[in-house]
């Protein structure tokens, strides 16, 4: 019978070194979907409609787990609901913003800007 011995060397140090890529792609996608929100936040904004500027001021995100939750907080929730989900004439303040500003404002960011968040989440990889 004959015996092969093989001896692994660098076995350590690599894996450190994929820790090390596991740890900054973790931090790549959360800033990535931090940049997400923040991108569907402004364009939410921009397709709000206006009258006091109280529901462009109260549309926020969060990070939950692995999603981007998009939300309208305080007094401004039940008007933001109906607004969002209802046809309705446009005020004078809302006609000024130009013809982005409707219903499904927030729901009309993320469809309406599908090249712009995909070039965010192409960020997680350059450099890598």
Known sequence: MIDIKIDVRGINE???YLQSLIRQTERRI???????GKLIV?????NAPKDDGDLEKSI?????GDDIVIYVGGSAAKY???????KYKLGKKSKSKGNKVGNKFI???ITGNPKLIDEELQQIFRGV
């Open 30 to 36: 959360t800033k990535a979907k931090h940049d997400i």
């Open 80 to 86: 933001a609901y109906y607004v969002h989900e209802n």
């Open 107 to 109: 729901e009309r960011a």
């Open 60 to 64: 926020k995100y969060k990070l939950k």
């Open 42 to 46: 402004e364009k939410s904004k921009e």
């Open 14 to 16: 690599i894996t450190r």
